[in-house]
């Protein structure tokens, strides 16, 4: 990340806004020496907005998710269907079944 001097910034504020907009880079502004703020555009701005978003509808999600999924569910190999709870070991006992009924 390019790093400026604050006084750069109030001298050349048009050339650092050109640059920000072209490249979609942001530039760190620094006073005495020190890191101050952060300048962008505003659009990569947003997109970054949007996606910090997204990351934590995903987060609580994910959360959501391994809170409905009880112990009991987990142990059980329980998997959510259309809102229905079908549990595998069922499934696959009914399949051995029809497999030995079809033998027949």
Sequence with gaps: ????????????????????????????????????LIAMDSESYEHMMDLLALAQQLTSAKEEREVNCTPFVRQYDILKTNGVFLCQKVKQRNDTQENSNSRL
């Design 1 to 36: 990340m390019k790093s400026l001097p604050s006084r750069e910034l109030r001298n050349s504020y048009q050339k650092i806004s050109e640059y920000c907009h072209k490249t979609h880079k942001p530039i760190c502004v620094t006073l005495n020496g020190c890191d101050d």
